[in-house]
């Protein structure tokens, strides 16, 4: 008997789009002898609607204009014994059962803890990290401070918490960090609302669009390097080589609960990597896979993106991103705790260049998902409640 698998996705948040994208990869590569996939869609208004491709969803071969059908059926989700369910708005009646969960709604209300707390209510499997590790992992400030306090290298930054800020302190981040900097929404990814500022009117521009996007903001020096990403797959209690690929990955612990993936490298053709470099221009950026490093920067990579991996708490997924120095010096730029799962996304790339497949990931992915749900059963069965 095959498993009910509802991948939610679409948002209220920046990253839509993406997020549909994502979920029609995921949906495409569930191996059908194992798991029955169904989407589930929260459209920009708040309501859910689930489906298949074909009825849920419209122009889902275009980046730029893929959006829900307004008129696929409106559901609620719902969870009752140890299950997840996807309930007919209209009379509440059943639409399915779900054995678990698979969360790709990135960026705010999908990545940052919010959806995976409602998850945890409901009592229901669900892939990637739980509610600490997910806002943990949003928040970038929190997570610089989180890695700095562990040792882990980190771009230097400012924090800005109002927008009128933002002119005061642009000396003092000139003087400190030099210019260019960056300015970024501090919970949000795929580079939305991300500027580049060199001088004081474009910084001033930047704060501005930044706190379009979010209530904190943060200034981070322009770090000078190779842009290098590591996939993880795991986590604390998964047991030996969540990978299945044998790997021995060095790292300062839990190695052998965690896994790493080979290295790739992102390559901008327009400056940064933006938004539209990531999703909507096919040629915005080269992808290298594997990345071309020196001896002994891969087991680097490795060991370090483990290490961000179990410092920030996370389990299942997540990628971490890098700028590799001309001295051979890495610095951690940020983690991605439901990185992208689109056709040119890295994450599933990366473990393909490892040798496990696309379909092959899902499945361990989602063995992560049951394995802490049984273990959080016997938790809660064992209290004497």
Not at 19 to 41: E, F, K, Q, V
Not at 292 to 318: D, I, K, N, S, W
Request: charged content about 20%.
């Amino acid at each position: 008997m095959t498993q009910t698998i509802a991948i939610l996705c679409g948002g209220r948040g920046g990253e839509h789009q993406v997020s549909l994208r994502s979920a029609l990869g995921i949906y495409a590569a569930l191996d059908r002898s194992r798991y029955s996939p169904i989407l589930a869609a929260l459209d920009r208004h708040g309501s859910w609607r689930a489906g298949s491709p074909d009825g849920l969803l419209l122009y889902p071969d275009d980046p730029a204009r893929i959006a829900i059908n307004p008129q696929a059926p409106r559901v609620v989700l719902d969870g009752e014994a140890g299950r997840g369910r996807l309930l007919n708005r209209q009379g509440y009646t059943l639409l399915t059962e779900v054995d678990v969960f698979f969360p790709i709604i990135h960026g705010t209300g999908g990545e940052d803890g919010a959806l995976q707390g409602w998850l945890r209510f409901l009592g229901a499997p669900f892939v990637g990290p739980d509610v600490l590790g997910s806002a943990l992992g949003m928040d970038k400030e929190v997570a610089k401070r989180l890695l700095h306090g562990a040792g882990v290298p980190v771009a230097r930054w400012k924090t800005l918490r109002r927008p009128d800020q933002g002119p005061d302190m642009f000396d003092a981040v000139r003087e400190e960090f030099g210019l260019p900097v960056y300015v970024k929404p501090a919970s949000q990814g795929s580079s939305v609302g991300v500027s580049r500022a060199d001088n004081r009117n474009s910084f001033g521009l930047a704060v501005e669009e930044a706190f379009r996007h979010d209530t904190k903001v943060l200034v981070e020096e322009a770090v000078s390097g190779r842009e290098i990403e590591c996939s993880v797959l795991g986590g604390a209690g998964a047991g030996a080589d969540p990978s299945g690929l044998g790997l021995a990955v060095p790292g300062k612990k839990g190695t052998a609960q965690t896994q790493a993936s080979v290295a790739g490298e992102i390559i901008p053709r327009h400056g940064f990597y933006t938004y539209e470099a990531k999703y909507l221009d096919a040629d915005g950026a080269s992808l290298v896979v594997p990345a071309r490093l020196p001896p002994g920067v891969l087991e680097r990579v490795q060991a370090m993106a483990v290490e961000v991996f179990e410092t920030l708490e996370c389990y299942g997924m997540a990628r971490v991103d890098f700028f590799l120095k001309p001295d051979g010096g890495l610095v951690v730029n940020e983690i991605n705790t439901l990185p992208g799962f689109t056709p040119i996304s890295m994450y599933p790339k990366l473990w393909e260049a490892a040798g496990l497949s696309y379909s092959g990931l899902l499945t361990r992915l989602i063995g992560l998902a049951v394995l802490r749900h049984e273990k959080l059963e016997n938790i809660v069965a064992g209290d004497g409640l």
